[in-house]
């Protein structure tokens, strides 16, 4: 009798942030406004604009809101298991801007030293309807690339009969907040909307609260 066990599972949280259109609209004027003052740096975007990674000291209130926002949710889905009722850490924020006009995308990459990274949309750029606008994030079973060199079509068949995709793409929505951890290699589909695509991204990075 064979037993198939589906191990290690990798939590992504998919979450719809309430009162968005409000907090999208004073986030947008902060970050064009950025953009229009800064060239901006290059680390795995292609074609598009991404901040300085300090929009903790700029990103105003709204800015302030949403790492709020983030950091709760992040609570609510991490344990200390040796103190689950007063955590010992606390977390570290880095927090940056993209702009991405049509065709831009971002390389396959990770984020050593934190432990939770997160995406926030707050102009889609109409990628929030149509199956051939692109802009997904894409999110990559960091075990499979190797066992695909040779059988790039081989696939695990899980306990249920469902098939095991090493590649996961997630669609962009006004509001939608995603968050994962930061060693789950990740990058973004080039978007085929009529205007630039606008999102945060946050990285937490877990400290112990002695130091």
Same mark, same amino acid.
């Given at each position: 009798?064979?037993?198939?066990?589906?191990?290690?599972? #990798?939590?992504?949280?998919?979450?719809?942030?309430?009162?968005?259109?409000?907090? $999208?609209?004073?986030?947008?004027?902060?970050?064009?406004?950025?953009?229009?003052?800064?060239?901006?740096?290059?680390?795995? $975007?292609?074609?598009?604009?991404?901040?300085?990674?300090?929009?903790? %000291?700029?990103? @105003?209130?709204? @800015? #302030?809101?949403?790492?709020?926002?983030?950091?709760?949710?992040?609570? =609510? $889905?991490? /344990?200390?298991?040796?103190? *689950? +009722?007063?955590?010992?850490?606390?977390?570290?924020?880095?927090?940056?801007? %993209?702009?991405?006009?049509?065709?831009?995308? %971002?390389?396959?990459? #990770?984020?050593?030293?934190?432990?939770?990274?997160? /995406?926030?949309?707050?102009?889609?750029?109409?990628?929030?309807?149509?199956?051939?606008?692109? @802009?997904?994030?894409?999110?990559e079973d *960091?075990?499979?690339?190797?066992?695909?060199?040779?059988?790039? $079509?081989?696939?695990?068949?899980?306990?249920d009969g469902?098939?095991?995709? *090493?590649?996961?793409?997630?669609? *962009?929505? +006004?509001?939608?907040?995603?968050?994962?951890?930061?060693?789950?290699?990740?990058?973004?589909?080039?978007? =085929? @909307? #009529?205007?630039? =695509?606008?999102? /945060?991204?946050? %990285?937490?990075?877990? /400290?112990? +609260?002695?130091?």
């Amino acid at each position: 009798m064979s037993q198939a066990l589906s191990l290690f599972d #990798t939590m992504v949280v998919v979450e719809e942030l309430p009162g968005a259109a409000q907090l $999208n609209a004073a986030l947008r004027s902060i970050i064009l406004a950025r953009q229009a003052a800064s060239q901006g740096v290059k680390v795995s $975007n292609i074609g598009g604009w991404q901040s300085d990674h300090d929009m903790v %000291n700029w990103g @105003g209130d709204a @800015g #302030t809101v949403l790492l709020k926002q983030i950091q709760a949710l992040a609570d =609510r $889905n991490s /344990v200390d298991i040796r103190s *689950p +009722n007063m955590p010992r850490h606390r977390w570290v924020p880095e927090m940056w801007a %993209n702009v991405s006009p049509p065709e831009a995308s %971002n390389q396959l990459h #990770t984020h050593p030293g934190a432990y939770w990274s997160a /995406v926030y949309y707050i102009d889609d750029a109409g990628g929030g309807s149509g199956a051939d606008l692109g @802009g997904e994030l894409v999110l990559e079973d *960091p075990r499979m690339p190797m066992v695909m060199m040779i059988m790039p $079509n081989l696939r695990f068949r899980r306990a249920d009969g469902s098939v095991h995709e *090493p590649q996961i793409a997630l669609r *962009p929505k +006004n509001g939608r907040l995603i968050m994962f951890p930061s060693w789950l290699r990740h990058g973004v589909a080039p978007h =085929r @909307g #009529t205007g630039p =695509r606008i999102s /945060v991204a946050v %990285n937490l990075m877990a /400290v112990p +609260n002695s130091a």
